[in-house]
């Protein structure tokens, strides 16, 4: 089981409220994302949920049990830090029994479990070795280790890939999402990397300021995006923003069209522009197109190579029924 | 050019170090020298400094006429004593100054260290009053607490330093792994914080068993520790050069050898965290 529900919890560090009310509820066997940029609160709402941070008001419910008064310890969740959190005194054997140890669970049974651990996580070579000794993919996987064998309700990830170079990421990003196919637990994971939360979970939810913009599927998010904060948040690269008569043409005050959603042409279209920057990628092609009237060059994104440089001049057009309307509010319009 | 000028400053630097080094350490030399003089040659003007006749009268003189291995003993039982039991308070104190800081924690640390500043002989008739009226004078009981909360102010400000190098996450790590108060001490934070305590340990055995104030004003004769055995030798029948230095040879010989065999760790905790 790992159901968590949070009810108008709120947070505030002295006069500061960095999360105001905020209502949440996650189901049992769900792999949901925070995502934000820097300092939404994300990591302050996960702390709030492991109890490493006291609420200053409003209810967390586990599985039913009011759990807001409960220590970390007792609530029956694991977490996997950012900077992984071994204990370097400690044989990576002893790092992943250390939470066994402390539930006082007899040595053959730790023993067993440790081993069940290290082969799922391919750490069996690894044991004996000290956490200084390992690269930093071992020591992500001793960690997530250490979560797996105390059978949590739920696991909690604070961003645990940011230490981690680009290809390791994207393997670690499959390992996870592998794990929570096989042990269906309950999942929350922390990032800043919208690729990541798109890509890993079942359940965004985007975070400003520590204020829920929108909770949904990745793909409800990509395609209803509920205000230009979400719209521009998700996807990459970001969706392009255009105002003034772009926008009116739409009865809007801001239009976002994706730059996967825009067809480039050498002799019509409806918008025009020159080439600025184009990046080819052989997969793909994304060019940088400067408008009249536009501050950010626009985004293009097509798929293969298509031969437009630095200069040539370029025609526009967006798909009609992938254009995002938003008013002045900045919410979406139906 | 900037190599030549970087060999030159290392040298003098190298100068000043053992220019620094020997001042500090002449008087000790000169102390074990004087201690295998006999009582005349201790005197004689000039000194003679390597060419005298060596002899041990002194040391065979001074365990004659009073007990060292007495003294020796009570001193260890007063400086490992009260460093234990400091470490037993402070190392709970320092632990929730470090990760569970308050709005006065600060405040806190400073008054402690402020206690230290205040003279001892300031406090001294009303504490000997108190061990008077207790009955704890010269006993070593008595030493063991007061020598506890000389140092204590020392113990937490140094253990204060070390915990917070230790990073919080690992903490908290140890807490979301149901880890209670507790067993997150035993378990995770004193082990990682063992080179700092280790140096605590060490210097605070130093502090006190050279501490001489408290020592020679609370106690007579059971609990006497080495301070009072070097310090009966420098009174009322008149000085004796030679049998105050071996007295003071006998005194310091014990703390130097575990000094020197515990330099790296000394070292190395002190240093704690200054290089990662």
């Not at chain 1, 002295?14 to 905020?22: A, C, E, M, R, T």
């Not at chain 1, 948040?233 to 926008?247: Q, R």
């Not at chain 2, 350490?25 to 201690?35: A, D, E």
């Amino acid at each position: 089981m790992g159901q968590i529900t949070l009810n108008q919890i709120t947070k505030s560090f002295g006069d500061v409220q960095v999360i105001p009310p905020l209502d949440l509820q996650i189901d049992d066997g769900e792999f949901v994302v925070f995502v934000g940029p820097s300092g939404c609160g994300k990591s302050t709402l996960l702390r709030l949920i492991a109890g490493l941070e006291d609420v200053s008001s409003g209810d967390i419910t586990i599985d039913g049990k009011n759990a807001t008064e409960v220590p970390p310890a007792k609530r029956g969740l694991a977490m996997v830090f950012q900077s992984y959190a071994l204990y370097p005194h400690m044989s990576v054997r002893k790092n992943i029994a250390f939470p066994l140890r402390m539930a006082g669970i007899d040595k053959a049974a730790q023993d067993a479990k440790v081993a069940a651990a290290a082969k799922v996580l391919n750490l069996t070579d690894y044991l004996d070795r000290r956490p200084g000794q390992l690269s930093g993919g071992q020591r992500q996987r001793v960690a997530i280790g250490r979560a797996i064998v105390r059978e949590p309700a739920a696991f909690l990830f604070d961003e645990p890939l940011s230490n981690l170079d680009a290809a390791l990421r994207v393997n670690m990003r499959l390992e996870i999402s592998e794990l929570h196919q096989s042990l269906k637990t309950t999942m929350i994971y922390v990032t800043h990397d919208q690729v990541e939360a798109m890509t890993m979970a079942d359940k965004i939810v985007v975070l400003q300021a520590g204020r829920i913009e929108q909770v949904g599927s990745p793909l409800e998010l990509y395609h209803t995006p509920r205000n230009k904060f979400v719209a521009g948040f998700i996807g990459s690269p970001k969706m392009n923003f255009l105002t003034g008569s772009f926008a009116d043409e739409f009865d809007a005050a801001t239009i976002g069209v994706r730059p996967e959603h825009l067809t480039v042409s050498q002799s019509d279209g409806k918008w025009v522009g020159k080439v600025g920057v184009s990046e080819h990628l052989g997969s793909d092609t994304f060019l940088y197109v400067d408008m009249d009237g536009v501050d950010e060059p626009i985004t293009v994104r097509s798929s293969g190579e298509i031969g437009f440089r630095h200069g040539d001049i370029v025609h526009l057009t967006p798909a009609p029924d992938k254009i995002h309307r938003f008013d002045n509010q900045d919410l979406r319009i139906a | 050019m900037a190599r030549a000028v970087s060999t030159r400053r290392k040298a003098l630097v190298t100068i000043c170090a053992w220019a620094v080094g020997i001042a500090i350490f002449f008087p000790i030399l000169w102390t074990v020298l004087t201690s295998f003089k006999t009582e005349a040659e201790a005197i004689a003007s000039p000194p003679s400094f390597l060419f005298f006749d060596w002899t041990l009268e002194n040391y065979s003189t001074v365990q004659e006429r009073s007990d060292y291995f007495r003294h020796f003993s009570n001193s260890v039982i007063i400086s490992f004593g009260s460093t234990l039991l400091g470490l037993l308070i402070a190392i709970p104190a320092a632990w929730s100054m470090a990760f569970v800081p308050g709005k006065r924690t600060k405040d806190v640390l400073m008054w402690m260290l402020s206690t230290k500043m205040l003279p001892p002989v300031g406090v001294l008739i009303p504490i000997y009053l108190l061990f008077r009226d207790t009955g704890l004078l010269d006993t070593r009981i008595g030493l063991v607490m007061v020598l506890t909360l000389i140092n204590l102010p020392i113990i937490v400000w140094m253990l204060f330093t070390y915990f917070r190098e230790i990073p919080g996450e690992i903490l908290e790590a140890a807490r979301m792994d149901g880890a209670e108060l507790w067993s997150e001490i035993v378990y995770v934070l004193t082990p990682m914080a063992v080179p700092g305590i280790a140096s605590t340990l060490l210097l605070n055995i130093i502090l006190s068993w050279n501490e001489a104030f408290w020592t020679l004003n609370l106690t007579a004769v059971d609990a006497a520790p080495l301070t009072a055995f070097i310090a009966s030798y420098s009174s009322p029948e008149g000085l004796f050069y030679a049998k105050l230095s071996a007295a003071s040879t006998m005194a310091i010989a014990p703390i130097l050898i575990i000094g020197w065999f515990s330099q790296k760790q000394l070292v190395r905790g002190l240093t704690f965290g200054a290089v990662k």
